[in-house]
């Protein structure tokens, strides 16, 4: 049943939809609609789409524009869904409605003089690494799944590994094409490396996960490719160790790209998992960083600086890896962490906190984790204060302690002055724990916010900020 009472998928809305977009681009069939409900989040928070959906494929912003004029004057929810590898179930119909799938938005522009790319937002993280490497360029974002696309990026503000030294992917975006609810698009930015003309909605878009507009095109800065690099890896025996290094390593003045952590049982499993090697098998606790540099003198200078910290914080001796493909199987191995632990995980937490709070956060998840007999899983963006902590099954089944121990884990953290989402989001699975992190005005902005966007609350409807 539709919001007015009657079909909401009725043959009179899917031959409009045809008519903007052309039969082939409407997918109707059961079959193929069904690859595109779920994201990656754990099956146990992951929320249930409807099977009441029909897929469009548009290939411009005009044809957006159609679409959401249809869909909002006969009040249907629509969904955008870019790679589908999101973590909080934020693309994921949870109403009858609209999928609009942005795989078609594949162009990419590399403009190297302004050191930028032009991308649809149907390009993905590959695509788009190799099409800036090809122009002899950067674009050193990496989080870990590069089946992401473009336009979801965007829409969740990604992080990723290599996010300490050029920031997330908000500091990369200078430009954005997006359709509003009401089919107006706007073109916001562009080739700018400044801008500061009037409220800058271009910033609300970015992390509004799908709930504002449909972002159809992306300008982002690019980088000079680094000549030289170099990622080293420091066991610790204990994870308290492998922290506290972690603000000495910022306050060194050396500029890492990253500073991962991660856990030996883990990293050695997802090694295993790709059938591949990791080359440190001692400690309980590492730290991966990642340095690149102009020159090789300052290069090896960070690096002697880094070892000089890490030892002086206890670890055990650094492994270099020096060669492309040694550095990028370290990459590799670490971004199929997630991966390897899904089948096991109720929920992964995105709790982040000031860098200097790190140590703090995991003495309280250690505490917690005896506490209730519970193994949590963690590895992260330590150089960002980002940690990823695991709240496991057991049995193949969510504890009954699970809802509270998250609970807990994100009162800390809010306690550390830290927020229950440093880079995945809130989607859908995290809006009840909403009120922990926020106040309630700021809950009722952003819900004005949305109303000012979206009138008819038809796009991605209940995702981020609820229901008023
Ligand atoms: C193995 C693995 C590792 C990961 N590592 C990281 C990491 O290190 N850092 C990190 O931040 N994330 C990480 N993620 C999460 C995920 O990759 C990111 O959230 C990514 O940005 C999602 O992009 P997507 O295209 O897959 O979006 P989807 O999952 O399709 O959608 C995500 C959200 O964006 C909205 N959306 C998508 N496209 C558009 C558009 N064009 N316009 C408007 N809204 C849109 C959707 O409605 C939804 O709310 C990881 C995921 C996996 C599976």
């Not at 909080?88 to 990419?108: A, D, L, N, Q």
């Not at 102009?294 to 890896?321: P, W």
């Not at 927020?419 to 995290?430: D, L, V, Y």
């Amino acid at each position: 049943m539709g919001r007015e009472g009657g079909a909401l998928l009725d043959s009179r809305l899917i031959d409009d939809l045809r008519r903007v977009v052309g039969d082939r681009w409407v997918v109707c069939e059961r079959d193929s609609v069904v690859d595109y409900l779920l994201d990656e989040t754990p099956d146990v928070v992951r929320p249930q789409p409807s099977s009441d959906i029909v897929v469009v494929k548009p290939h411009s912003a005009e044809e957006v524009s159609e679409i959401l004029k249809v869909a909002n004057e006969r009040r249907v929810p629509v969904y955008p869904v870019g790679g589908r590898t999101g973590l909080v179930g934020g693309s994921i119909p949870t109403e009858p409605g609209i999928i609009v799938s942005m795989e078609r938005f594949k162009r990419i522009e590399i403009d190297e003089e302004n050191l930028m790319a032009t991308v649809g937002a149907g390009v993905t993280l590959g695509e788009l690494i190799e099409a800036a490497e090809r122009a002899g360029l950067f674009f050193p974002l990496h989080p870990g799944d590069e089946g992401a696309f473009v336009g979801g990026l965007v829409a969740t503000n990604a992080g990723g590994a290599r996010a300490v030294k050029y920031g997330v992917m908000r500091n990369y975006v200078k430009g954005v094409e997006v359709v509003v609810p009401t089919g107006e698009i706007l073109r916001l930015g562009g080739r700018l490396l400044k801008n500061n003309t009037g409220y800058n909605l271009m910033h609300l878009i970015i992390g509004s996960e799908g709930t504002l507009g449909i972002i159809t095109e992306v300008t982002l800065k690019l980088y000079p490719r680094m000549k030289h690099s170099v990622t080293l890896i420091a066991p610790f025996s204990s994870r308290r160790d492998a922290i506290r290094a972690v603000p000495k390593i910022l306050r060194s003045g050396a500029n890492p790209l990253a500073i991962e952590y991660v856990e030996l049982e883990e990293i050695l499993k997802s090694a295993e998992h790709l059938n591949e090697r990791w080359p440190v098998e001692e400690g309980f606790s590492q730290l991966i960083i990642i340095l690149t540099e102009v020159s090789e003198d300052s290069l090896y200078a960070q690096a002697e600086e880094i070892e000089h910290l890490c030892k002086e914080s206890g670890s055990g001796d650094l492994v270099v890896a020096e060669a492309r493909e040694e550095q990028d199987r370290v990459l590799r191995i670490r971004s199929n962490l997630y991966t390897t632990l899904k089948p096991d995980v109720c929920d992964i937490l995105d709790i982040v906190v000031p860098p200097s709070m790190l140590a703090e956060l995991i003495d309280i998840i250690e505490e917690l984790g005896a506490e209730y007999g519970a193994k949590l899983p963690v590895y992260g963006h330590a150089g960002d204060g980002n940690l990823h902590a695991h709240i496991m099954k057991v049995n193949g089944h969510a504890p009954e302690y699970f809802e509270e121990l998250k609970r807990k884990i994100y009162e800390a953290t809010v306690k550390l002055g830290g927020a229950i989402s440093g880079e995945h989001g809130i989607g859908e699975t995290r809006i009840k724990d909403l009120k922990l992190a926020l106040s309630s005005k700021e809950i009722e902005l952003m819900r004005e916010i949305k109303r000012a966007f979206d009138p008819n609350n038809i796009l991605n409807p209940g995702k981020v900020v609820g229901r008023a």
